[in-house]
């Protein structure tokens, strides 16, 4: 009983340090799209590109 207790508390810490790490990214300007933009779509808000390039991504990451 004692280690189903330690272990939920131990997932509740874990999931409370997440959702800060996000909250604290995010008020901070950070995103959660990793800036990988070798692979992106385009769709993000990251993009410079024009929208004819980000339709042709996106259309290739389709197939």
Request: with cysteine.
């Amino acid at each position: 009983m004692i280690a189903n207790v330690i272990i939920l508390f131990v997932i509740a810490i874990l999931a409370a340090l997440s959702i800060r790490k996000i909250y604290l990214d995010r008020r901070h300007g950070g995103s959660s799209c990793g800036y990988n933009c070798a692979g992106c779509s385009g769709s993000c808000s990251h993009t410079n590109l024009s929208e004819e390039e980000v339709k042709r991504r996106q259309a290739r990451l389709k197939h």
